[in-house]
């Protein structure tokens, strides 16, 4: 069927021209179409009028004929005509297959309709000759495979699209109500304020675009959308408005803790330039801190407190320590000679247990100075601060061993104290040897530096390794070993500071390994 | 004035065992037989301004050196050092400060106000004795200020 349709409009109209202009001319059928008797006449308008108005359907008025020249007619349908049923049945039995037939040939078949309506007979004739047709046909349904097989896969692309479109849509809503629960149900504030300046361009005042659920608790202001902070504070202080000014001119995000005075609170801000640069807005998230501002101060006040008791406790200790000492030198300046042996013996030792205890003070304040220290780093070449700490030591017999050492980054002060307890260790740990040896070394252990002090001394069982690091514990008599047990739990407290672990490795009577573990430097040399 | 009534060191100090140790050290030295010895702030200043008891002073009268203990109840050295340090009448005294320990916050602040140094009272006599005297010496015999 789409066949017929194709070749009846292509060739319809040329056809239907040449035969309208012979039937024209015809002596009978000429006649019949020129002189329409006027009651037809009438009756085509009413028709026509019915037809514009829709009130009748083209189908049954159009007179119709299907024609095939076999089989004679085999369809007729008159409907509305001007002319009768014999007069359209001959016309086209009589002239117009005849016409077609001596044009294309009697092989043919001709599909032919004649309205009735026009002016004039409007003959529609196209031949369907069987090869003609079949060729056409197959030709156009191989067309029509391909376009249909286009339209299919256009459809089935648009299909597609539309469906991950609605997708898209439907994740895009989604991922909307997510950001949007977020933000209205997240602890901090957040709120997207727009920057107004004065006249020569400083930043004075803002208004309040966007807040979330938050917002008011952690500011306490109320209703804020499309109010300008200056209605609630007018006196907020300046660079507030200077940092969000400069935010949104220059696009770079800030991080930062601040006082808002008038709402008595401290903030811990982030802020970063929303949208366009010429929006001038800012948007802002931030957490009110005013809880951890007031703990912070008051730890602060109280690590002051501290301090000054430690400083006082020290003083306060030293000064009977000094009188203890330095009396019992009195004793022995002035009156010495009235005194026997055992009456200096007592008072060597009187004195040096005050010594001993001044040395302690010391030590403790030095140990609870470290916590309050700020660390500088630097970077130290461990080989020339080894050198310097060795040739500090005390008169000693033992061998040092050192290879090449590691560059670090640390504060040097603390890692050559570091250095001087452990070296001092096993200085002093050793000295009963009969050939003492000091290792130092060096190496990269999976990114982090270890520094390792070895020796061949007294060692320690390792049942009582957890008391190493701890202050004021000992693992060997003052007579055995003099000491407080302060050195090795400041190691560790200083190696803390940096970051890096201590541990330590001991058997009984061969020999200690005290390890430190540093990061490495960004840039080793 | 004469130089037979000069006072040649003026010691501070609230602790009578410190200051006995101290007196011991600069007279083992030969310092200490124009010293005085006062045991609080107030009477410092009185003396070295020539106020209440010793108003019978003279201000120009000023000590050779001033060794200010820091801590002592009432008023404390770092105040005493603030009013000997800011009259231009006695700023020029040598002022050292002894303190119980070298961590002591206060000695940037003596520094600040003024003070010329400052001696560690260590445990240890002999040190002491050396420290303050050596001071001693140090302060009054090269540094001596311009009268």
Same mark, same amino acid.
């Given at each position: 069927?789409? $066949?017929?349709?194709?070749?009846? =409009?292509?060739?319809?109209?040329?056809?239907?021209?040449?035969?309208?202009?012979?039937?024209?001319?015809?002596?009978?059928?000429?006649?019949?179409?020129?002189?329409?008797?006027?009651?037809?006449?009438?009756?085509?308008?009413?028709?026509?009028?019915?037809?514009?108005?829709?009130?009748?359907?083209?189908?049954?008025?159009?007179?119709?004929?299907?024609?095939?020249?076999?089989?004679?007619?085999?369809?007729?349908?008159?409907?509305?005509?001007?002319?009768?049923?014999?007069?359209?049945?001959?016309?086209?039995?009589?002239?117009?297959?005849?016409?077609?037939?001596?044009?294309?040939?009697?092989?043919?078949?001709?599909?032919?309709?004649?309205?009735?309506?026009?002016?004039?007979?409007?003959?529609?004739?196209?031949?369907?000759?069987?090869?003609?047709?079949?060729?056409?046909? &197959?030709?156009?349904?191989?067309?029509?495979?391909?376009?249909?097989?286009?339209? =299919?896969?256009?459809?089935?692309?648009?299909? *597609?699209?539309?469906?991950?479109?609605?997708?898209?849509?439907?994740?895009?809503?989604?991922?909307?109500?997510?950001?949007?629960?977020?933000?209205?149900?997240?602890? &901090?504030?957040?709120?997207?304020?727009?920057?107004?300046?004065?006249?020569?361009?400083? @930043?004075?005042?803002?208004?309040?675009?966007? %807040?979330?659920?938050?917002?008011?608790?952690? %500011?306490?202001?109320?209703?804020?959308?499309?109010?300008?902070?200056?209605?609630?504070? @007018?006196?907020?202080?300046?660079?507030?408005?200077?940092?969000?000014?400069?935010?949104?001119?220059?696009?770079?995000?800030?991080?930062?803790?601040?006082?808002?005075?008038?709402?008595?609170?401290?903030?811990?801000?982030?802020?970063?330039?929303?949208?366009?640069? *010429?929006?001038?807005?800012?948007?802002?998230?931030?957490?009110?801190?005013? %809880?951890?501002?007031?703990? *912070?101060?008051?730890?602060?006040?109280?690590?002051?407190?501290?301090?000054?008791?430690?400083?006082?406790?020290?003083?306060?200790?030293?000064?009977?320590?000094?009188?203890?000492?330095?009396?019992?030198?009195?004793?022995?300046?002035?009156?010495?000679?009235?005194?026997?042996?055992?009456?200096?013996?007592?008072?060597?030792?009187?004195?040096?247990?005050?010594?001993?205890?001044?040395?302690?003070?010391?030590?403790?304040?030095?140990?609870?100075?470290?916590?309050?220290?700020?660390?500088?780093?630097?970077?130290?070449?461990?080989?020339?601060?080894?050198?310097?700490?060795?040739?500090?030591?005390?008169?000693?017999?033992?061998?040092?061993?050192?290879?090449?050492?590691?560059?670090?980054?640390?504060?040097?002060?603390?890692?050559?104290?570091?250095?001087?307890?452990?070296?001092?260790? $096993?200085?002093?740990?050793?000295?009963?040897?009969?050939? @003492?040896?000091?290792?130092?070394?060096?190496?990269?252990?999976?990114?982090?530096?270890?520094? %390792?002090?070895?020796?061949?001394?007294?060692?320690?069982?390792?049942?009582?390794?957890?008391?190493?690091?701890?202050?004021?514990?000992?693992?060997?008599? @003052?007579?055995?070993?003099?000491?407080?047990?302060?050195?090795?739990?400041?190691?560790?407290?200083?190696?803390?500071?940096?970051?890096?672990?201590?541990?330590?490795?001991?058997?009984?009577?061969?020999? $200690?390994?005290?390890?430190?573990?540093?990061?490495?430097?960004?840039?080793?040399? | 004035?004469?130089?037979?009534?000069?006072?040649?060191?003026?010691?501070?100090?609230?602790?009578?065992?410190?200051?006995?140790?101290?007196?011991?050290?600069?007279? /083992? /030295?030969?310092?200490?037989?124009?010293?005085?010895?006062?045991?609080?702030?107030?009477?410092?200043?009185?003396?070295?301004?020539?106020?209440?008891?010793?108003?019978?002073?003279?201000?120009?009268?000023?000590?050779?050196?001033?060794?200010?203990?820091?801590?002592?109840?009432?008023?404390?050295?770092?105040?005493?050092?603030?009013?000997?340090?800011?009259?231009?009448?006695?700023?020029?005294?040598?002022?050292?400060?002894?303190?119980?320990?070298?961590?002591?916050?206060?000695?940037?602040?003596?520094?600040?106000?003024?003070?010329?140094?400052?001696?560690? /009272?260590?445990?240890?006599?002999?040190?002491?004795?050396?420290?303050?005297?050596?001071?001693?010496?140090?302060?009054?015999?090269?540094?001596?200020?311009?009268?």
């Amino acid at each position: 069927m789409q $066949a017929y349709y194709c070749v009846y =409009e292509k060739y319809l109209d040329e056809i239907s021209a040449k035969a309208r202009t012979e039937l024209m001319n015809h002596p009978v059928f000429g006649k019949l179409i020129r002189d329409i008797p006027s009651e037809m006449a009438e009756a085509r308008e009413k028709v026509t009028r019915e037809l514009q108005k829709g009130a009748i359907m083209q189908d049954y008025w159009e007179p119709y004929i299907n024609y095939q020249i076999e089989q004679g007619i085999i369809y007729a349908r008159m409907g509305l005509s001007f002319y009768s049923w014999y007069e359209l049945v001959s016309l086209v039995r009589d002239y117009i297959l005849p016409y077609l037939q001596r044009e294309y040939g009697t092989g043919a078949a001709f599909q032919t309709s004649v309205n009735g309506l026009n002016n004039f007979l409007d003959i529609g004739m196209c031949i369907i000759g069987e090869a003609y047709v079949h060729e056409k046909n &197959e030709k156009i349904i191989a067309e029509r495979e391909v376009i249909q097989k286009q339209n =299919e896969e256009l459809e089935q692309k648009v299909t *597609e699209r539309t469906l991950r479109l609605q997708d898209n849509l439907r994740q895009l809503k989604e991922s909307e109500e997510k950001y949007s629960f977020l933000f209205n149900s997240m602890d &901090e504030g957040y709120c997207i304020i727009e920057m107004i300046f004065d006249d020569k361009g400083k @930043p004075v005042d803002y208004r309040f675009l966007e %807040t979330n659920a938050s917002f008011e608790n952690q %500011t306490g202001l109320k209703d804020a959308n499309g109010k300008r902070m200056r209605e609630f504070a @007018p006196d907020h202080e300046d660079h507030w408005f200077e940092i969000y000014g400069k935010v949104a001119t220059t696009g770079v995000p800030v991080r930062f803790q601040n006082r808002a005075e008038q709402l008595h609170r401290w903030y811990d801000v982030f802020a970063c330039r929303f949208g366009a640069p *010429e929006n001038l807005q800012v948007a802002i998230l931030f957490n009110d801190i005013t %809880t951890r501002k007031k703990t *912070e101060e008051k730890l602060q006040e109280v690590n002051k407190d501290l301090e000054a008791f430690t400083y006082s406790v020290s003083h306060d200790l030293r000064a009977p320590l000094r009188a203890i000492n330095g009396y019992a030198q009195m004793l022995i300046e002035d009156h010495g000679p009235k005194l026997d042996q055992e009456g200096r013996r007592i008072t060597d030792i009187i004195r040096n247990n005050a010594l001993k205890m001044g040395t302690l003070i010391d030590d403790l304040l030095a140990f609870s100075k470290l916590g309050r220290q700020e660390i500088r780093l630097t970077k130290i070449n461990m080989d020339e601060l080894t050198e310097s700490v060795l040739k500090e030591m005390p008169p000693h017999k033992a061998e040092i061993k050192t290879g090449k050492l590691h560059t670090v980054e640390a504060d040097y002060s603390l890692v050559k104290q570091v250095m001087i307890n452990l070296i001092a260790n $096993a200085l002093k740990y050793s000295s009963g040897k009969q050939k @003492p040896v000091v290792e130092i070394s060096s190496k990269d252990v999976r990114g982090r530096l270890v520094f %390792t002090v070895k020796d061949n001394g007294a060692g320690f069982d390792m049942k009582y390794y957890d008391k190493l690091f701890r202050v004021f514990q000992r693992l060997h008599s @003052p007579a055995e070993f003099e000491g407080v047990g302060v050195g090795l739990a400041i190691v560790k407290r200083i190696i803390a500071k940096h970051g890096g672990k201590v541990w330590a490795e001991g058997i009984e009577n061969e020999g $200690a390994i005290f390890s430190f573990s540093l990061k490495k430097p960004k840039i080793n040399k | 004035m004469s130089m037979n009534t000069q006072v040649e060191i003026l010691l501070v100090e609230d602790n009578m065992s410190d200051a006995e140790l101290t007196i011991r050290a600069l007279n /083992k /030295k030969n310092l200490a037989n124009k010293l005085v010895h006062l045991e609080n702030g107030q009477q410092a200043l009185d003396f070295v301004f020539a106020r209440g008891n010793y108003s019978h002073r003279i201000i120009a009268d000023t000590p050779k050196i001033i060794l200010l203990d820091l801590k002592m109840p009432k008023m404390d050295g770092i105040q005493v050092l603030k009013e000997i340090k800011s009259d231009h009448r006695t700023q020029k005294i040598p002022v050292i400060v002894l303190t119980s320990s070298r961590e002591d916050p206060d000695i940037q602040e003596c520094y600040r106000l003024g003070a010329n140094s400052y001696v560690v /009272k260590p445990v240890e006599f002999d040190k002491f004795l050396n420290a303050v005297s050596e001071l001693g010496l140090f302060w009054m015999l090269i540094n001596q200020p311009p009268v």
